[in-house]
């Protein structure tokens, strides 16, 4: 054992107390726990120094009023439906031009994505929004609704 030991020592590892189940601990555990959670709680007591701006907290960054989370969440409902719709309009478009429907069909679905399309208006005017609002802003990506 004392030879394991200095073998330890001379590869630059420290020697690793059980853990308390009387296994040996796991490799690049150095029971440093209570060290860690000692340094945390100093930090946490350390004021900010001066002239530092505090960061508001997430609580304090988002808007709670019930009437505008309602009101996002409805626009982010109907930017999903809306994203769907478009989805399906394409791939509708797409089966007319490999000619995979008869004009039955073609008729149908596009009775039906033009009654989508009305109900997604009202929907919009219901809520007091406009289809464009929806269409959200992804940054470098550019927005996730292409031009209608």
């Known amino acids: 054992m004392h030879e394991e030991h200095r073998r330890q020592e001379h590869r630059g590892q ?8 009387g296994r040996p601990a796991p ?7 209570g060290v860690a959670d000692a340094a945390a ?5 350390l004021p900010a120094p001066p002239g530092e701006p505090k960061v508001p907290s997430v609580a304090e960054r988002l808007n709670t009023d019930p009437e505008t989370v309602e009101r996002d969440l409805v626009k982010l409902v109907l930017t999903v439906v809306e994203l769907l719709r ?16 008869t004009e039955e069909q073609e008729e149908r679905i596009g009775m039906t994505l033009m009654t989508l399309y009305d109900r997604m208006e009202d929907l919009c005017d219901r809520h007091g929004l406009t289809m464009d609002e929806l269409n959200l802003d992804l940054g470098p990506l550019g927005t996730l609704l292409p031009p209608s």
């Open 86 to 101: 478009q989805l399906m309009e394409r791939t509708a478009l797409h089966r007319v031009d490999q000619g995979d429907l």
């Open 14 to 21: 420290e020697h690793r107390s059980p853990a308390p189940s």
């Open 41 to 45: 709680r100093a930090f946490e007591l």
């Open 27 to 33: 490799p690049g555990d150095l029971r440093l726990d």
